[in-house]
């Protein structure tokens, strides 16, 4: 095919339309009074085959604001259940729409979705609204993830749509365009299982495999498959977050993808000074999704994944259950062999040994200790400026630093390749709250979106040392308080 074949513009599929009903709720759009768009992704935009002057046009604004459906596209909420807080709920996309599924110049199929679109049979009591200020912070923070290298769903675009919406302060309303690899949540298939006929669930595993892990659909046991893969996916995506001290906030089974993608970013942030126990989310008062506790949280979720696909994966249920939980005791070691080979990067240890376990925890502890910053003193300890750490002059960091620097010296490769790995394993710039915060007061209540821009421009390339980005990698001048996000915005 020739590049003139190869349509620009929306090329749209629905497959999510060809699941059993109880599945999703078709809607017609929820119009609002006076969208204006305020931000647009334009690499992403060309990547999905779209032009980026089409998007700006007065009908596209109004397609992103949910005033008219997409030509191809079937709109619709889907259905999904999910334990928040460890508590089982009905839930559903309350404030979201599956616009349409867009199919790629490169043959990919992404969700194209819009959140804070308005009411739809799953609201409960919601609004269906998004407040400018959060919808700007998801695009933030998942561009900053794709920066980052982590998989993430990532935003097209942001729109305003005219009217206030009533939260903690009053707020412009807006919408966010979300694209997704999918939203299968592990509390679609919860939903499935608790609600659905097992033909239901079967639909459904066979339409995930399908999209996500084809190879595994002409095999008998590729429900196991299937949980097995998502299992090594979330272990290697959890291992990512922890090492660059990402905290999602709230780590419910519907904030859980069985693509492997992080999603839905409320009150989620990135670890200043190193501790183990810090969490961001204000509603999380007993700690539930500490950084710490990722690894294990992420376990639990995908017990309930597991538990969810029992009936497909053996029709004898004790041997069902036999092997979901042999699965399931690959997660801790599929977690650990990634994040300790990524610590061993991140300190310049290409081929990391068991004795290098000790090395990684002890400089932990040291961070912990001297309260320092996490982000930077890896930073640091790329660029060998100790003396800007914290950690400079105390005796016990520079012991640790001599069996550090031997520890080098055993693999047989240049300083420089050393650094190169650890430059590419250390980002030089993370979205420090404060930074966050200043670019969406900015935003929302200036108007003014360079702030944003600037930002947006710097994380996108987080891991270049040879930038001007300094100024991003100090830490608030206030650090008095504990820094608080909000979900449920
Ligand atoms: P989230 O906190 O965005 O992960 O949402 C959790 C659940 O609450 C999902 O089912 C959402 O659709 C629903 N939800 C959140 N905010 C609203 C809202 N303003 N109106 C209706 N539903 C909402
Ligand atoms: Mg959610």
């Not at 020739?2 to 059993?20: M, Q």
């Not at 709230?250 to 810090?278: H, L, Q, R, W």
Request: with cysteine.
């Amino acid at each position: 095919m020739t590049e003139d074949n190869i349509k620009v513009g929306w090329n749209l599929e629905n497959t999510y339309t060809s699941l059993p009903h109880i599945m999703f709720t078709a809607i017609n759009v929820n119009p609002v009074s006076d969208p204006k768009l305020v931000i647009l992704n334009d690499v992403l935009a060309t990547s999905l085959g779209l032009d980026t002057n089409a998007l700006k046009s007065r009908q596209s604004v109004e397609e992103l604001a949910g005033n008219r459906a997409l030509e191809g596209g079937i709109p619709l909420a889907q259905a999904y259940a999910g334990h928040q807080f460890g508590h089982f709920t009905m839930l559903g996309d309350g404030r979201a729409l599956l616009l349409g599924e867009q199919i790629t110049p490169s043959g990919e199929l992404f969700d194209i979705q819009l959140k804070g679109s308005g009411r739809t049979p799953y609201s409960r009591g919601g609004d269906g609204r998004a407040g400018l200020g959060p919808m700007l912070r998801e695009y933030i923070i998942s561009e900053s993830m794709h920066g980052l290298g982590i998989p993430t769903t990532r935003s097209l675009a942001v729109v305003i749509t005219g009217e206030d919406i009533m939260r903690e302060v009053v707020q412009p309303g807006a919408i966010m365009t979300r694209i997704a690899a999918s939203h299968l949540r592990v509390g679609t298939f919860q939903y499935a299982a608790k609600w659905g006929s097992i033909d239901d669930l079967k639909a459904l595993a066979d339409y995930a495999i399908e999209r996500h892990y084809p190879i595994f659909m002409d095999k008998e046991n590729r429900y196991l498959l299937l949980l097995q893969e998502v299992i090594e996916r979330q272990a290697a995506l959890i291992a990512k977050w922890q090492l660059v001290g990402f905290i999602h906030g709230v780590m419910n089974t519907d904030n859980m993808t069985i693509s492997g993608e992080t999603i839905d970013y409320g009150p989620c942030a990135f670890m200043d000074i190193y501790n183990p126990k810090t969490v961001f989310s204000s509603i999380d008062t007993h700690g539930r999704y500490a950084y710490e506790n990722q690894p294990n949280i992420a376990a639990w979720n995908l017990a309930r994944l597991a538990e969810s696909l029992l009936p497909l994966i053996h029709e004898d249920q004790d041997e069902a259950l036999e092997q979901a939980q042999e699965a399931m005791t690959t997660f801790p070691e599929k977690y650990e062999a990634h994040w300790l080979t990524g610590m061993g990067n991140k300190l310049g240890i290409f081929n990391i040994e068991e004795e290098d376990i000790s090395l990684i925890d002890n400089l932990l502890q040291l961070l912990k200790k001297y309260g320092a910053d996490y982000t930077n003193t890896f930073r640091l300890l790329t660029l060998g400026k100790l003396e800007e750490t914290v950690l400079v002059g105390k005796k016990d960091f520079e012991q640790w630093h001599e069996t550090w620097q031997a520890r080098l010296e055993k693999q047989e490769v240049s300083k420089e390749f050393i650094k190169q790995l650890m430059q590419k394993s250390n980002p030089v710039v993370i979205p420090r709250n404060h930074r966050v915060e200043e670019a969406l007061e900015a935003a929302v209540v200036k108007e003014d979106y360079s702030v944003l821009e600037n930002l947006l421009k710097v994380i996108s390339n987080p891991y270049d040392y040879n930038s001007e980005y300094l100024d991003y990698t100090s830490l608030p001048l206030d650090t008095s308080g504990p820094y608080k996000t909000f979900c449920g915005t």
